[in-house]
């Protein structure tokens, strides 16, 4: 019974965070540019935040098999990808050095604090989110499995052709 209601709960709390806009937080970019998460857009189109660090194995295998087909996805949706960091501050001067060696194109964000994560309601990493082009959450999910990454290109595909 116990597990029933903590399952419904879960699904409850996924079903508010999808169609939800998101929350305002002040970030800063791997550049050191003030972002306002509730102004992340892609000009109409949709987008894709990852929640990762540094030390996350999957979150890097995730991260990397989309940088292998993202020039394909860009070129065919417009779609952009947003990778968040949670990396605490004695750990954030890892993620340039990580980003750059991997050579992934992404908008990065600094969440040191773990701010923009909790206010996404994120527990487990990797975390990605599909973000339509009015700004609304549209889908959400934890962990990576290997060629998981289809999956978003096809929700990606299935909003742009609505």
Known sequence: MK??????ALLLAGIAVAHAQLPSVSLKSI???T???AKLENGGKPFIISFFATWCKPCNREL?????VYPDWQDETG???VAV?????QNIQKVKPLVDSNGWEYEVLLDPNGDFKRAMGVN?????FIVDGEGKI??????YTEGGEAHLIEKVRELLAK
């Not at 597990?3 to 419904?8: D, K, N, Y």
């Not at 990397?64 to 292998?68: G, L, M, R, S, V």
């Not at 960091?85 to 501050?89: G, L, N, T, V, Y």
């Not at 487990?124 to 990605?128: A, D, K, Q, T």
């Open 3 to 8: 597990r029933t209601l903590l399952l419904s």
């Open 31 to 33: 550049d050191g540019k």
């Open 35 to 37: 972002v306002d998460t």
């Open 64 to 68: 990397n098999a989309i940088h292998e």
């Open 79 to 81: 779609v952009k990808v």
């Open 85 to 89: 960091s949670i990396d605490q501050a």
């Open 124 to 128: 487990m990493i990797p975390h990605v």
């Open 138 to 143: 549209v889908e959400s999910r934890s962990g």
